[in-house]
């Protein structure tokens, strides 16, 4: 088909040629319409009209190469979808299982920290009244050791000093005798 053009196009003259010519004969004051002139016109027209039939041929077949490209592409291009899809579907097959268990242990851990809040704020309210309750004991206890001394000292003191009055009372009644 390619051929065919190029050997139409040889036996022509180019088109530029071809006005030329006409532009000459027009400009020569010949505006006579012989048949010669007619016929040089009709193959003018048929000339470019098959040059314009091969041009379109020619445009209609690339686009159809390009379309056909387009095609291949979209089919390649599917494909590559199908695969894409099928990868990211497994890999959130694989993770699924993970997130859930990862999003329970920290919704877990969420509500554990809100129950170990108010637990810790008692822990330290119960440790400072330990602490406290320790302090007040041992405050106590050191009490009662310096009142048990002080009894101790008191008792031993009475213990004396009945015992000086019995010895002194013994001595005066062993004087009467």
């Not at 180019?14 to 030329?20: E, G, L, T």
């Not at 048949?35 to 009209?49: F, H, K, V, Y």
């Not at 387009?70 to 899809?85: C, F, P």
């Not at 106590?140 to 310096?146: F, G, I, Y």
């Amino acid at each position: 088909m390619m051929q065919t053009e190029q050997s139409q196009e040889a036996a022509q003259p180019p088109p530029q040629q071809q006005q030329q010519q006409l532009m000459l004969q027009n400009s020569s004051g010949s505006l006579s319409f012989s048949s010669n002139m007619s016929r040089e016109d009709e193959e003018m027209s048929r000339s470019a009209l098959s040059t314009f039939r091969a041009k379109e041929e020619e445009i209609e077949r690339k686009k159809m190469e390009v379309r056909e490209k387009v095609q291949a592409q979209l089919g390649r291009v599917e494909e590559e979808t199908k695969r894409l899809a099928t990868i990211r579907e497994e890999l959130e097959g694989l993770s699924d299982p993970m997130r859930k268990d990862v999003s329970q242990v920290r919704k877990r851990i969420d509500a554990i920290n809100k129950e170990l809040k108010p637990l810790g704020h008692t822990c330290q309210k119960k440790e400072k009244e330990y602490r406290d309750a320790l302090e007040a004991f041992n405050e106590k206890n050191r009490e009662k050791v310096q009142l048990i001394t002080k009894l101790m000292e008191l008792v031993s003191e009475s213990e004396k000093t009945r015992m000086k009055k019995l010895e002194e009372l013994s001595k005066n009644i062993e004087s009467l005798k």
